[in-house]
């Protein structure tokens, strides 16, 4: 996930050996995980098609995947708008890491 890669740019360790920043990455890394299973259901794509549309979609089947974006899955309310809520989980957390910085 895209938000985790970002706040790992931020707390992530600089030596392989550096185990204490691990565990505090790793840490802050499940409560991104956690928090966007929370808020959307899962976090694996088919099981959030499941959860939104009733159905999975792959997408690597031209006719699937023409019917999920008619259905709306690449608009707003669609993929769009979970790509959306982990950005902002991620500014939410990478806030909270600048604040107590």
Not at 35 to 46: A, M, S
Not at 84 to 90: D, F, R, V, Y
């Amino acid at each position: 996930m895209a938000a985790i890669m970002a706040i790992g740019s931020l707390v992530g360790r600089e030596r392989f050996e550096d185990l204490d920043q691990y565990r505090k990455a790793i840490g802050i890394a499940t409560k991104v995980y956690e928090l966007f299973k929370e808020r959307i259901g899962h976090t694996l794509c088919w099981e959030i098609h499941k959860i939104r549309y009733g159905k999975v979609y792959r997408l690597f089947i031209p006719e699937e995947h023409e019917a999920f974006h008619k259905m709306g899955g690449h608009g707003c309310k669609g993929c769009p708008e979970v790509c959306g809520i982990a950005a902002k989980i991620a500014g939410e957390i990478i806030l909270d890491i600048k604040e107590n910085q």
